[in-house]
């Protein structure tokens, strides 16, 4: 997919000494000073506006800040020299930059009250408009975390019922895939053998008009999604997934979407000469000697698929079973009056056969 920028958005971090949040491209901390360190990483604001300040999107196409090797200080892309120590910045560590951040907020999140005097403030502000305390840290008398409830342990009739369950599942399977062994003597075989009769019959079709025999009249045409690309063409619609905040690691972030191209082109109904079935001739026997049957064929006709079906129908005290396979040198065996060992399943179909012992 082709990725497209759509603007760049302010981004935020948060303090790890006071806890307060500021704009990602404050270096150090508005609430105590205390500058950005290396491994604090840049956050999705409560509501993300697009950056009109030209100065401020060229600092983040420059590439991501680096960090002073000496005193830590967050300095821009292409500095040799810290802004704050004066430290060289030859073997400065740039930030990472690439990482996805969330789902673009571009809808208005709710307002917020001071944690201090309860003031309702913008969800983007940092400081409270009435007492200007930081609204992005938690208040000192906050109570600590309350630890999660415990799990509940799952009771024992619980337990007892979930294993009913499995074995009764078991048992279940166990009763069908048992099998049973049955003395049978052979008293009937059937056997049919079909073949095919072939024709060229027009056909209707459907199909891109690319993909069209040559010399195939075609008829109606309508649009269809031929493909899917990343570059704009003829016919085609432009279909974007949803904008997403990615950190470019200036404490602005880059707000992007991947696009491609539905293209569309003609799907026609066509009329082609295939072969189709058009006949079937059979021929069926009681005996050990099938045979193929021999199709007269008319002109423009060929001969098609074959299919071949034997029965061997057993009888045991009374009981018939019968037995079906496509193997012709198998059906051969099975003379009237042999006897053979049955594995019968429990809703009386035979699995497979054997010769009982002489």
Same mark, same amino acid.
């Given at each position: 997919?082709?990725?497209?920028?759509?603007?760049?958005?302010?981004?935020?971090?948060?303090?790890?000494?006071?806890?307060?949040?500021?704009?990602?491209?404050?270096?150090?901390?508005?609430? @105590?000073?205390?500058?950005?360190?290396?491994?604090?990483?840049?956050?999705?604001?409560?509501?993300?506006?697009?950056?009109?300040?030209?100065?401020?999107?060229?600092?983040? *196409?420059?590439?991501?800040?680096?960090?002073?090797?000496?005193?830590?200080?967050?300095?821009?892309?292409?500095?040799?020299?810290?802004?704050? @120590?004066?430290?060289?910045?030859?073997?400065?560590?740039? !930030?990472? *930059?690439?990482?996805?951040?969330? *789902?673009?907020? *571009?809808?208005?999140?709710?307002?917020?009250?001071?944690?201090?005097?309860?003031?309702?403030?913008?969800?983007?502000?940092?400081?409270?408009?009435?007492?200007?305390?930081?609204?992005?840290?938690?208040?000192?008398?906050?109570?600590?975390?309350?630890?999660?409830?415990?799990?509940?342990?799952?009771?024992?009739?619980?337990?007892?019922?979930?294993?009913?369950?499995?074995?009764?599942?078991?048992?279940?399977?166990?009763?069908?895939? !048992?099998?049973?062994?049955?003395?049978?003597?052979?008293?009937?075989?059937?056997?049919? !053998?079909?073949?095919?009769?072939?024709?060229?019959?027009?056909?209707?079709?459907?199909?891109?008009?690319?993909?069209?025999?040559?010399?195939?009249?075609?008829?109606? @045409?309508?649009?269809?999604?031929?493909?899917?690309?990343?570059?704009?063409?003829?016919?085609?619609?432009?279909? @974007?997934?949803?904008?997403?905040?990615?950190?470019?690691?200036?404490?602005?972030?880059?707000?992007?979407?991947?696009?491609?191209?539905?293209?569309?082109?003609?799907?026609?109904?066509?009329?082609?000469?295939?072969?189709?079935?058009?006949?079937?001739?059979?021929?069926?026997?009681?005996?050990?000697?099938?045979?193929?049957?021999?199709?007269?064929?008319?002109?423009?006709?060929?001969?098609?698929?074959?299919?071949?079906?034997?029965?061997?129908?057993?009888?045991?005290?009374?009981? !018939?079973?019968?037995?079906?396979?496509?193997?012709?040198?198998?059906?051969?065996?099975?003379?009237?009056?042999?006897?053979?060992?049955?594995?019968?399943?429990?809703?009386?179909?035979?699995?497979?056969?054997?010769?009982?012992?002489?």
């Amino acid at each position: 997919m082709a990725k497209e920028t759509l603007g760049y958005v302010q981004m935020e971090w948060t303090c790890p000494f006071c806890g307060a949040k500021n704009p990602g491209t404050n270096k150090k901390c508005s609430n @105590c000073g205390a500058p950005q360190p290396t491994d604090v990483q840049f956050e999705q604001a409560a509501q993300e506006k697009l950056i009109e300040d030209e100065g401020l999107i060229e600092k983040a *196409k420059a590439g991501p800040d680096i960090h002073c090797p000496y005193c830590g200080t967050r300095n821009p892309a292409g500095a040799t020299v810290c802004s704050n @120590c004066m430290g060289d910045l030859t073997d400065a560590a740039a !930030r990472a *930059k690439g990482r996805v951040v969330g *789902k673009y907020k *571009k809808e208005a999140a709710p307002d917020v009250a001071c944690p201090y005097c309860g003031t309702m403030n913008p969800a983007t502000a940092y400081n409270c408009s009435n007492c200007n305390a930081s609204l992005r840290q938690p208040p000192p008398s906050q109570a600590a975390a309350q630890p999660p409830p415990p799990r509940r342990k799952m009771g024992v009739g619980a337990i007892i019922a979930i294993v009913a369950l499995i074995g009764l599942c078991i048992f279940a399977a166990s009763l069908f895939l !048992r099998t049973d062994d049955v003395n049978g003597r052979v008293a009937a075989v059937e056997w049919t !053998r079909s073949i095919a009769i072939e024709a060229l019959v027009p056909v209707q079709r459907s199909a891109f008009r690319d993909e069209i025999p040559a010399g195939t009249a075609v008829g109606e @045409c309508r649009l269809e999604l031929h493909h899917v690309q990343d570059d704009p063409a003829p016919n085609s619609e432009k279909v @974007c997934g949803t904008p997403y905040t990615v950190d470019t690691g200036t404490g602005i972030g880059e707000v992007v979407q991947e696009c491609q191209y539905e293209v569309y082109a003609d799907y026609c109904a066509y009329t082609v000469d295939e072969w189709q079935p058009v006949d079937t001739v059979s021929q069926s026997g009681n005996d050990l000697t099938p045979f193929w049957p021999e199709p007269q064929l008319g002109i423009d006709q060929r001969l098609g698929p074959e299919q071949e079906q034997f029965e061997i129908i057993f009888d045991s005290d009374g009981e !018939r079973y019968t037995y079906t396979t496509n193997s012709v040198d198998q059906f051969t065996h099975f003379e009237i009056g042999s006897e053979w060992i049955l594995q019968v399943n429990q809703l009386g179909g035979v699995v497979s056969v054997e010769p009982a012992q002489q």
